[in-house]
């Protein structure tokens, strides 16, 4: 735990203090009624507890007091641990919260009246349809609508992105977040919510995990974790007439200490805390789920359907290639070709330099300071340098460069057309590079794929999920760029209509259906997919029909939200299993415990030797505490996930947490015994 | 060893024929023998209106509850009167009202538990009428049920199918013709099949027996068939006039296991059925598989499979290992414990008898299961209470599925998607009904175990001190409650006490889990199929098998295990180690 409280900066000392003070304010029984199991080991607590205070009170016999003293501080902790758990992960919630509240200080807004005066009012004020002017170094009072003006905004506080964006009435950059400040210029926005209501109240509740409800798989594993209490209730209080017909006197600390070990105390108390810090983790992706819900859908997701141009690719053109014409060496070519873009600080320029180093140029960087550097202009459409002895050298659009020489009374190559015709064709756009009046070759611009994203498709094919892309380009140069990023599919020339069609193709063959978008136009698609992520910086119709919100308005996120989706659902079932595996030991440990006074033979059972019969029981309460404790860091930050097989990952994960859960508590039993035996001889037991 | 191992290869061979008769029954798809069995089913179609409309499970579950209570009540009213009723030859008196109350409970619910002696409590109109009329019609009534399910959770047709057509094609084209044949072949083997009544004979020592007979052969062959396990004698079949032979002892196993086997393998190929359906063009790559098992079916079998295999190693084990204290007094052990064991079948075809007739829930015993040595009566009593291990009628593969869905939802979450099974998503619904059919069965038999050890009224009826006393009690609950029918015997059990709480343990065992296992079938018809891909959670390969069997052991034997402890684990102990 240490290690990790460096690394991930896991538990702070705030958070502990608060965690502390949020497990024992959590012991009120109407808090803990919420969570069954644990409930049931508190109303165990103060069984023991009257039997520490009066031991005969059941009939027991007298000499049990310190026993049940014992028995009652372990369920005590047990509780604690459970409650700990719970606040650790709010705890880091609120965290975040705090910085998100400090942005939510309380501004003034200028309120437009209707006959055109302007009046001073407490942003909180504000309601739904409101209309304010925000000005330069104002902060913008509320979600809103840009109705009139454009201005560049700082939405750091929210998005954490230092640099500011512009907002302008109508179009996909209208919608403004309360928080935010307007660091030129001036809007005019009609608010959107009402007070307590804006997208940052919203995102800190979430974050703090107020307004949190169980999603619909947490309320069906609570069923079953509730179900196993009450059939280990059957069996512990059943227990009791038998023993009794069978003339064994169990104390009933005992019986309380079996029920508690058998009930999933381990999964009960730690499942809030996995669905909190699930949220949590989405959060620290700079992503805020509406819902669990919608965390839990991610999971499940079969298709993605993913925008080309800002998802796949970039949207900018980069250099991929540099093709010579017929009777020109290509290393001139690359040669020319980085000169020219040595001084260019466009994408595309500096792509040129890129590729033409790794191509192996010749032309040294220092080169740049020797030649004079002409840059591009919408007129000419192309831009080069002039060398000292008044050679130029120019790269531009085809036509422009095509005159250019012309001009200066140079040939056209043969081949030229053709090589520009083929790079048009596929999607890219020709650069063509001339030195005076000759043609030296084309530069090959093209759309490129994200980095890393191939892999990670391929990932995403290992785990069943299909990838679609989205793009208005023509089929061919969808279909390059679509086999080159390695998606499953592609919609080309892709109208908003055809994403809605194509969502409910898919759902229509039972698939979950994830997409992200930012456009008001994407708004049905993005309501109609099962998980639908917007971009903040989309508008606030699209913001509204989504599921969760980026943050960051980077749409290769949802990939990650994915693998957290997944993350969260095999942390819950991995600990299930764990949980429940684990009482088999203790089965072994408190079994012949408990009977081993009347029938000797009953030691055959007691396969860990546990020393005594009440260190035996005590040690499986013990183990069954701490492995409240050991187990957050895993509820925390989620079991590892790799993308793999189906089979592959269940065997794993059933090696691990099944198998794992039955053979560690056999250790950890015998190891407390070791440490407790002689302790509780010094208390004569 | 090796004529176990016989007798089971020639079931697999058996039971794969049967089961696809069965499914093309269960989808109303044309046998060979349709000509006959259409003509005598549309007439009783008629006469009693039935027109075969597709049912909710509301529907289905209120027309079985309705037909079981009619039946109920008739079967209670003739029980009442039947010593002034027809076919009584042997002049035996009416029943007295608790113990008519469990019988007529025990035959409906086929869970066939006898607190009563046949030959000596009952008439023969009642054998008939009563007794083998409701071993038809429970069996029946169960297999209906289970189609009913598989039909929901395969979700292949709009409805659940129709409760009365599903009765009356199990009854003609099944259990009739199954057990008219088995019947015959038992008579051949020299089973009594007369109206004759108790004859009486001069033995050599020149004393008069009453040698009891009656229309045995005709309720032998449903007794197995359906899973009844009611003898027509108080000892059941290990008399020889219900079992004379090692063939007739074969011949009841496989009618007990046949029926049961094959609805797993209806299942299977229901189940992939619905893939066919889906993917159309891949028909005939699937049908390769739907040949033999169905990839869900075959999962679902061999985890049973292994199960039974495990009772019954452990069961023989114990069997063949004998009474160390008979050892020490000097009897010889070689051939095991043969205490309460008929020569004829041994230690082996007993230890089989045993294991099959507690799995599959028949209750038909050929020994005497109180005299089973600790262990060896512990493998029974374990199965009763998984009560899933093939189990009866139908029953025992919903009981399954239920696991199966249990292991579905662990493993479903460990592959990081919300569970789903048969391409239905599993929620708080379905865990509700699957939590109440799970706690439902360990309620009933501890619950009542521990109210009958409590009670004055409960231990007057254990004939037995220590540990072998609190198994007896097990025994009988958990026979109950999985209505498996069969006694550790020895128990004083016709008192009121006992006629009560063993009527009401399966009444509520029956019914409860079969209504909400209906329920589960109607939520699984309703729901979206949601998509299949490679990320999908694969629950036909062999890691599910094992999940399957590790899920059952955990939630139901755990269950059991400090109870088991206190009985017979405790008294194995103390006998072994002394």
Redesign the interface.
């Given at each position: 735990m240490e290690e990790q409280s460096k690394k991930t900066k896991f538990i702070t000392k705030d958070i502990m203090k608060s965690a502390v003070i949020g497990s024992f304010q959590k012991l009120d029984p109407r808090y803990m009624i919420k969570n069954p199991v644990m409930f049931v080991v508190e109303i165990g607590f103060f069984i023991t507890l009257v039997l520490t205070v009066f031991p005969t009170i059941f009939g027991d016999e007298a000499n049990l007091r310190v026993y049940n003293g014992i028995v009652t501080v372990i369920l005590f902790v047990t509780i604690l641990f459970a409650n700990f758990a719970e606040s650790v992960a709010e705890g880091r919630g609120k965290a975040q919260a705090e910085t998100l509240k400090k942005t939510k200080k309380d501004t003034t807004a200028v309120l437009l009246m209707k006959d055109g005066s302007e009046k001073k009012i407490s942003a909180s004020e504000l309601k739904k349809g409101d209309i304010v002017i925000v000005r330069t170094n104002e902060m913008i009072p509320g979600d809103g609508e840009v109705i009139e003006g454009i201005a560049s905004v700082d939405e750091s506080a929210i998005t954490g992105e230092s640099a500011p964006v512009t907002r302008e009435a109508g179009g996909d950059f209208s919608s403004v977040t309360g928080g935010t400040t307007v660091v030129s210029d001036w809007l005019k926005v009609r608010i959107t919510s009402d007070p307590g209501h804006s997208f940052l109240d919203k995102m800190i509740s979430l974050v703090e995990g107020a307004s949190r409800k169980k999603t619909p798989n947490e309320i069906a594993l609570n069923i079953l974790l509730i179900s196993l209490t009450v059939i280990f209730l059957i069996v512990v209080v059943t227990l009791y007439c038998f023993a009794d017909y069978s003339g064994v006197e169990i104390p009933v600390a005992t019986l309380i200490a079996l029920l508690v070990c058998l009930i999933p105390t381990t999964i009960g108390g730690l499942l809030s805390a996995i669905g909190i810090a699930g949220m949590d983790r989405v959060t620290r992706y700079n992503v805020i789920a509406l819902s669990g819900k919608a965390v839990e859908a991610c999971g499940d997701v079969d298709t993605m359907i993913l925008d080309k141009t800002g998802t796949i690719t970039y949207g900018n053109r980069l250099a991929a290639d540099f093709i010579p014409v017929e009777g020109i060496k290509k290393e001139d070519l690359i040669d020319y070709a980085v000169m020219t873009s040595l001084s260019d600080a466009t994408p595309e320029g500096k792509s040129v330099v890129e590729l033409g180093k790794t191509m192996g140029t010749r032309m040294e960087e220092s080169v740049a300071d020797q030649v004079e550097f002409v840059e591009f202009t919408a007129q000419s459409k192309m831009s080069g340098v002039n060398l000292e002895d008044g050679t130029q050298i120019r790269k531009g659009a085809f036509d422009a460069i095509k005159k250019y020489v012309a001009a200066k009374g140079g040939k056209i190559p043969s081949d030229l057309e053709k090589i520009v015709t083929d790079i048009s064709s596929l999607g890219g756009t020709p650069l063509v590079v001339c030195v005076e009046n000759v043609i030296y070759g084309v530069i090959y611009l093209k759309d490129t794929v994200k980095p890393g994203l191939v892999e990670r498709f391929e990932r995403l094919r290992e785990i069943g999920i299909k990838t679609i892309m989205c793009t208005g380009d023509n089929p061919l140069t969808a279909a390059t760029i679509a086999k080159e990023a390695g998606v499953d599919g592609f919609i080309a020339e892709c109208k908003p209509e055809d994403k809605i069609d194509e969502i409910k193709k898919e759902q229509g063959e039972g698939k979950i259906v994830a997409m992200t978008g930012d456009g008001t136009n994407d708004a049905p698609a993005l309501a109609q997919a099962d998980v639908g992520l917007a971009m903040n910086s989309g508008t606030s119709a699209a913001k509204e029909a989504a599921n969760m919100v980026d943050l960051d308005s980077d749409p290769t996120k949802i990939l990650e939200v994915v693998e957290i989706g997944k993350q969260l659902l095999i942390t819950r079932g991995s600990l299930t299993t764990f949980s429940i595996a684990n009482d088999a030991a203790k089965y072994f440990a408190i079994i012949p415990a408990m009977f081993t006074l009347v029938i000797p033979q009953m030691q055959v059972l007691n396969i860990m030797k546990l020393s005594t019969p009440f260190s035996a029981i005590l040690s499986a309460l013990i183990f069954n505490a701490i492995i409240i404790p050991c187990l957050i860091p895993i509820a925390m930050k989620g079991v590892k996930y790799k993308p793999m097989r189906s089979e592959k990952m269940l065997l794993k994960n059933m090696g691990i947490y099944g198998l794992g859960g039955i053979i560690v508590p056999f250790i950890g039993i015998k190891l407390i015994d070791i440490v407790v035996t002689p302790l509780l001889a010094l208390l004569g037991l | 060893m090796l004529q176990i191992i016989i007798t089971l290869a020639i079931y697999i061979a058996l039971v794969i024929p049967v089961g696809n008769y069965m499914y093309h029954i269960a989808t109303n798809r044309k046998t060979f023998a349709d000509p006959v069995f259409n003509r005598i089913d549309r007439m009783m179609y008629k006469v009693c209106r039935i027109k075969g409309e597709g049912m909710t499970w509301k529907q289905y579950a209120i027309s079985l509850l309705m037909t079981n209570a009619v039946m109920v009540f008739a079967g209670y009213f003739i029980l009442r009167v039947q010593g002034i009723l027809l076919a009584n030859p042997n002049q035996i008196e009416g029943m007295e009202p608790t113990l008519s109350f469990n019988t007529i409970i025990s035959f409906m619910t086929n869970t066939n538990l006898q607190h009563y002696a046949g030959e000596s409590g009952l008439s023969y109109l009642s054998q008939m009428v009563v007794i083998t009329f409701m071993m038809f019609t429970s069996a029946a009534t169960g297999y209906a049920a289970c189609m009913a399910f598989c039909r929901g959770i395969t979700g292949n047709s709009k409805g659940v199918g129709n409760f009365y057509e599903d009765v009356i094609r199990i009854t003609t084209r099944i259990l009739l013709p199954f057990s008219i044949v088995i019947g015959i072949l038992l008579i051949w083997q020299g089973v009594p099949q007369t109206l004759a009544g108790t004859a009486t004979v001069e033995t050599i020592e020149g004393r008069l027996q009453d040698i009891a007979m009656g229309p045995v052969a005709a309720l032998e062959s449903i007794k197995h068939l359906g899973t009844n396990g009611g003898g027509f004698f108080g000892a059941n079949s290990s008399t020889p006039f219900e079992n004379p032979t090692i063939i007739s002892n074969l011949i009841e196993l496989y009618s007990m296991m046949l029926l049961p086997g094959a609805c797993v393998i209806t299942f299977g190929k229901m189940a992939a059925e619905r893939k066919k359906e889906k993917t159309g063009n891949a028909v005939a790559k699937i049908k390769r598989n739907v040949t033999c098992f169905g990839s869900q079916g075959r999962t679902i079998f061999a985890a049973m499979s292994i199960l039974f295999l495990v009772g019954l190693t452990v069961c023989y084990l114990a069997e063949k290992s004998g009474n160390p204290l008979l050892a020490e007094a000097g009897l010889d052990q070689t051939v095991g414990n043969m205490e309460g064991k008929e020569v004829r079948f041994g230690v082996a075809q007993s230890a089989l008898f045993t294991t099959t007739t507690t799995s599959f829930t028949t209750g038909t015993v050929n020994n005497m299961h109180d005299s089973l040595t600790p262990l060896g009566g512990m493998i029974p009593m374990l199965h009763m209470m998984l009560n899933c291990v093939f189990g009866g009628k139908g029953v025992g593969l919903m009981n399954m599925i239920m696991y199966v869905i249990?292991a579905v939802?662990?493993?479903?979450?460990?592959?990081?998607?919300?569970?789903e099974y048969l391409?239905k998503k599993?929620?708080?619904k379905?865990?509700?009904l699957?939590?109440i059919v799970?706690?439902i069965h360990?309620?009933l038999i501890?619950?009542f175990?521990?109210?009958a050890?409590?009670t004055g009224a409960g231990q007057e009826g254990i004939t037995n001190p220590?540990?072998h006393?609190?198994s007896q009690v097990l025994y009988e609950y958990a026979s109950s409650a999985a209505n498996n029918g069969s006694g550790f015997e020895g128990l004083a059990d016709n008192t009121y006490f006992w006629n009560i709480t063993t009527g009401l343990a399966m009444f509520f065992g029956r019914y409860i889990a079969m209504i909400a296992q209906l329920a589960i079938a109607g939520s699984f018809l309703a729901k979206?199929?949601?998509?299949e891909?490679?990320?999908?959670?694969?629950t036909d390969?062999v890691?599910f098998v094992f999940?399957l069997v590790?899920v059952v052991y955990?939630?139901a034997a755990?269950?059991?295990?400090?109870?088991l402890?206190?009985?017979p684990?405790?008294e194995h102990?103390?006998l072994w180690?002394p």
């Open positions: - | 249990l939802f662990l493993c479903g979450l460990m592959i990081g998607r919300t569970p391409n599993i929620e708080g379905e865990m509700k699957v939590a799970l706690i360990p309620l501890l619950g175990s521990a109210l050890v409590m220590g540990f006393g609190l979206r199929r949601v998509n891909t490679v990320g999908t959670l694969r390969n890691l999940i590790f955990i939630f755990l269950t059991f295990f400090p109870a402890a206190l009985g684990i405790a102990l103390v180690m």
